[in-house]
């Protein structure tokens, strides 16, 4: 068979497969906001500069056959057969070409970096999935005068009030919006929730810790509209307020305490990276107007010209605090422009870095005048603040060709976005521009920022946005559940002068908001996530809030404000807030991960939220939770029972406990105290008292190995010589007054049936002597063994709880060559606490913490209960 007809059999077989797959585009798997911003950041700009070249249609010769330009094309393939196997990385050609580990190497003018590998293994991992059309067909040119009517981008307004069937409910604009769409859907919001509920509800979102008990029960005897208010009034103005909210802020930021992986050798942190968290803290507790607080964040140098008070200076961390991409400008760069035109206004400006984008009005000039405002400032460091931008060298960038820095093309001009400042954009001419960027951002007239800011808050407050994307407000993001009250809160958000806390209030006034998590009505099947607001969805605690939580019941809560960050993971465990955490971008605590921190090396939209097995382990089995019990329990102090389970109830969840709780509480107590008898195995020595048939002076081996129990480190030990005991056996010390006693303490009353074999192996010595001695009855059974093994078993031998039995070996005469091997086996009828049956060997261990009291596990009982981790 000649080579052209291979070729000609393979595109038969190309095309075959290509006919037998779907063609329409909508047929194609569904694709997630989080997967969509995956391909269009890490995925789409290494196909465009690295694969297109010679294996798109823009091709003048399709290498091999085989395009990469339509999902379709990649998972058929060419002339190699199948391109890639979606969820199979392993058994995908592409990865292997790339991975340079065939015949194939792919691209041919030298290998990927590692961290791109990684991102297409990743990608066809999750699946691969991927929006682009089967046709791949020539793209045309963006309409942006179309795509400006798009909803995000036309002007907020104050729609009319829509009449409404009940009247009373509403307290607010906001909920007159809601209900007339809940009545038009045949929907009727919850009752309002009761005082105490609101006040918790209150506290976690406000100031991010829970009421105290006295709070709570002021607020249940309050009815008025006024209290409330005033309620809403004194968390707003507590200092805690700013604490809670910077940290909502800060994942916008993609704050972290390093650098990321910046090469060996390199200084990986962020020593004065705290300076901008107290920025934030403090411009939430001063409420200062959003708009100068990021202007501030973008060009504090020029707000006002050559400003140099550090304090404000220090919020430029926003710019600078990101990943350093070792050193990589042309990242550094992206990385900037995507936190600033996301975490803003919502727009994926960095999907036009090596094309124009595909579905919003961002046109590639657009991105590389935003890249020339950037690659126009310099970070100088030193004094007055190392967080700073200052303009360096101002000078117009030229597009990056497919997003190559070494292939450019026309020049552009320091602008803002085409789509938002006209046709003919005016050009920045002050320095670098970040100043008249910021003014652009930060304008009453920019139909988006306000939006997705009062969009984040309705996000942090409710638990979800009214835009689900709340950093992608694109023709590709579903349209706000309620665009009504969208748009009012964005004008509102304005006329208060761009307050964040009049903002907070307003919707934290509403009816909405006030709604109990039990609905009134069943809840209906075309609106099961709660997007019309027929109640108020319940939420779970942050990893911030329930650490928080949870030192603020033990009574070990820190009230500082600021300061440098702490490790939170470690021992021993800071108490400051949760806040102020030490973020390692490179090397995050797998506690953080677990309980769905954000991730730090790149502006985070909103929180994912999982709940997995690893969650309740850390609450049942962490150190750091465990540490908090002990001191709850301990703060419960003294007093009756019941005082201190009602005292710990106050503690934990700011209320009193039911009759039933306090009784239960107090069964648990008691039941505790019970099952902490000992019923483990004791390692010691002594003497048998021949005469009362008991061990005297019983006392614990004092050193352990990592493998046996013995008198000191090494043997003879000057004091117990060769006593020794090991799993199954051990060796016996040098005198009666040092026979091992591995002693068992019956945890239940019932009847004892043992096993075991006393063995001496050596035909050197006079053997060994073991005995079982109770502690009740006395001996129970001696043996000898010399050169042989007897069997040293009682069986149906009658025990109370906390006995003790002691199995025992001494020496006989001779103090040499006594090493025994005894393995024991103990079974109890009836079972204690569900446990039947003890064994020498696999109970054997070293030293361990004492158990927990009682009221202790009560503590943590309490620490872990859904009451005390969800919001309500």
Known sequence: ?????????????????????????????????????????????????????????????????????????????????????????????????VRYSGDIKMPPGGKLPAEKIADLETWVKMGAPDPRDGAAAAKPKIDIAALRKHWSLQPPAIAPLPP????????????????????FKGLAPAAEADRVTLLRRLSFDLIGVPPTFEEMQVAAGETSDLSYEATVDRLLADPRFGERWARYWLDVARFADTKGYVGVGVD????????????????????????????????????????TNPETLAAMGFMTLGRRFINNQTEIIDDRIDVLTRGTMGLTVTCARCHDHKYDPITAKDYYALYGVFASSAEPGGAPSPLRLVDSNPHNE?????????????????????????????LFKEGSGRKELAEAIASPTNPLTARVFANRVWDHLFGIGLVRTPSDFGTRADPPAHPDVLDFLA???????????????????????????????????????????????????????????????SGALDPEIGGGSVKVAEAPFPRRRTLYAFIDRQNLPGLMRTFDFANPDTHAPRRFETTVPQQALYLMNGPFLFEQAERL?????????????????????????????????????????ESLAPSSWVNGYGEYDASAQRIRNFQKLPHWTGAAWQGGPKLPD??????????????????????????????????????????????????????????????????????????????DFAVEAGDTIDFVVDCRGESSFD????????????????????????DFAGPGPAPPSPWTRFAQALLMSNEFTFVD
């Open 718 to 795: 000057p004091t117990l010589g060769w006593s020794l005991l090991l799993p199954g056996g051990g060796h016996a010390g040098n005198d009666q007054a040092h026979a091992t006693v591995r002693r068992w303490v019956a945890p239940a009353a019932g009847k004892i049936t043992t096993k075991g074999k006393l063995k001496h192996s050596t035909d050197q010595g006079d053997g060994v002597r073991g005995r079982i001695v109770s502690s009740r009855s006395g001996l129970a059974g001696e043996w000898i063994a010399k050169t042989s093994s007897a069997e040293a078993a009682v069986s």
């Open 164 to 183: 409404v069937k009940d009247a009373a409910w509403p307290r607010s604009e906001i909920d007159r919006y809601i209900l007339a769409r809940l009545e």
């Open 633 to 673: 329990a301990a703060r419960a102090g003294e007093g009756s029972e019941s005082e201190r389970v009602r005292r710990m109830f106050q503690f934990a969840l700011s209320r009193q406990p039911s009759d039933d709780e306090l009784a239960l509480a107090l069964e648990f107590v008691a039941r505790g105290s």
């Open 268 to 307: 990986r942190t962020y020593p004065d990276a705290f300076k901008y968290r107290e920025f934030v803290i403090r411009a939430f507790n001063s409420d200062l107007p959003y708009d100068q607080f990021l202007k501030l964040q973008l060009a504090a140098d020029q707000f006002p010209a050559g400003n």
């Open 1 to 97: 068979m000649t080579h052209r007809s291979t070729i000609w059999l393979a595109a038969l077989a190309t095309f075959a497969s290509l006919a037998a797959l779907p063609a329409r585009s909508e047929e194609k798997p569904p694709i997630s906001p989080e997967q969509l911003e995956f391909f269009e950041k890490k995925i789409r700009p290494v196909l465009v500069q690295h694969c297109y070249e010679c294996h798109s249609a823009e091709s003048k010769q399709v290498k091999s056959n085989y395009r990469l330009d339509s999902r379709l094309a990649m998972v058929v393939g060419g002339e190699i057969g199948a391109g890639l196997k979606p969820g199979d990385p392993e058994n995908s050609p592409v990865i292997h070409a």
């Open 398 to 426: 030229r597009v990056f060709i497919r997003g190559n820095p070494g292939n450019r093309g026309d020049e552009v001009p320091r602008r803002f976005l085409q789509v938002l400042a006209g046709d003919s954009p005016p």
């Open 819 to 842: 090493s025994f091997v005894w393995t024991i086996e103990i079974r109890l009828d009836p079972p204690a606490a569900g446990r039947a049956k003890w064994q020498s060997v696999s």
């Open 491 to 553: 004008v509102k958000f304005v006329d208060d002068g761009w307050s964040l806390k009049q903002l907070v209030k307003r919707i934290v006034l509403s009816a909405a908001y006030r709604q109990s998590s039990t609905p009134r009505i069943k809840p209906p099947d075309f609106d099961p996530d709660n997007t019309l607001i027929w109640k108020k969805s319940r939420k779970r605690l942050d990893f911030e809030a329930l650490r928080d939580s949870l030192l603020a019941a």
